[in-house]
């Protein structure tokens, strides 16, 4: 159990990186809002308490790796980076605008430090991360990958075959989070193309596999530790989240996939964040 300063902390961090979704995302007037709330309390955990990073120094060939498969959610990679202290925040309010560093889905020919991988073809992710894993295991790095997949995303085949790979290869230093929202952009996944039973999927895949509550901070902690403790095979937490998390009025909506909030729901969203 962690300490409640560490948890408080990450919670009111969590809160104000979700404040700076919204604004940022009304202010290109455009993007996706819903996933990058849902995920925010794991982008908390990651960048604050988990990864090995340095923003100073965002080349650190020792770095943990973070590959974000799902880049849509851009908008909460890009405030966790800020936050992070990898550019000034006052950038987040050109996301999207031409020019911008801070484009749909992140680049790593935009100029932007932190970002790891060019995404926005889904299913690609947990590829790129088993390759940056094997290479470490090869370089005896004692680096760990982590890749940020959807729930929608687990429609791909190719994410299969890469998990496939991974359990072959025994790559105890990498660590898949599934975004377990239960929705995509057409509607709920259970009606688009169901995935269940996911668990039993990925434990047939040759992975050990976590479950959680992806918006309990204490849960997110105590996942990400098990998970340090098995270093034969790789790792999948399975986050059970809600799109939207924190603003009560989207939440669990996917209409809410791809849209950003107009000028006069900005305060009216924070508001409801605060009072969470």
Known sequence: MESSELVDRLKKTATEIRKDVIRSLASAGSGHL??????????????????????????????????????????LLYASLAHSGYFPKEELLTLRKLG???????GRDHGLPGIELSAGSLGQGLSVAVGMAIAAKLDGKSLKVYAVLGDGELQEGAVWEAAMSAAHHKLGNLLAIVDRNKVQIDGKVSQVMEIEPLTDK??????HVIECDGNDIQS???????????KQKPVVIIAHTKMGKGVKAIEDDYRWHGKAPGEKEVNYFISLLLNT
């Open 220 to 230: 997110l902690l105590s996942s990400f530790a098990e998970a340090e403790k098995i």
């Open 34 to 75: 819903g996933g990058s709330l849902g995920l925010a309390d794991v982008f908390t955990v990651l960048y604050f308490h988990q990864l090995r990073h340095k923003p100073d120094y965002p080349d650190w060939p020792d770095r943990d790796r973070l590959v974000l498969s799902i880049g849509h959610v851009a908008p």
């Open 100 to 106: 911008s560093r801070l484009q749909g889905h992140p």
């Open 202 to 207: 990925w434990k047939a895949f040759g992975w």
